[in-house]
């Protein structure tokens, strides 16, 4: 089965950018739709953007022009790059298969806060 690392969360004032890295192992990459999750303090967690196995994207509306998902398949990691952050954008980031079906990771912090 997939297994997911994620990594390059930080903290980062409004307005600023970061880009998330998600490293797979354990099962061919490029057969997956992928998805990047968030999980804030006290809210369930929801899927923020997604890429299909033939690299269309879609996005949760709040994140449409900020964040770019991307995947390179022959490095078996998928990015996240995100601009323009706000405040509402706190939260664990974690990546996944599009249906949510691999077992989570630890997810990264992202901290947007002056």
């Known amino acids: 089965q997939v297994q997911f690392v994620e990594s390059g969360g930080g903290l980062v004032q409004p307005g600023g950018s970061l880009r998330l890295s998600c490293a797979a192992s354990?099962?061919?990459?490029?057969?997956?739709?992928l998805a990047w999750y968030r999980q804030a303090p006290g809210k369930q967690r929801e899927l923020v953007a997604g890429?299909?196995?033939?690299?269309?994207?879609n996005y949760e509306d709040s994140v449409k022009g900020r964040f770019t998902i991307s995947r390179n398949n022959p490095k078996n990691t998928m990015y996240l790059q995100m601009n323009s952050l706000k405040v509402e954008d706190t939260a664990v980031y974690y990546c996944?298969?599009?249906?949510?079906?691999?077992?989570w990771g630890q997810g990264t912090q992202v901290t947007v806060s002056s």
């Open positions: 996944n298969t599009r249906s949510g079906g691999a077992s």
């Open positions: 354990g099962s061919i990459f490029s057969i997956y739709d």
């Open positions: 890429i299909s196995r033939r690299g269309i994207t």
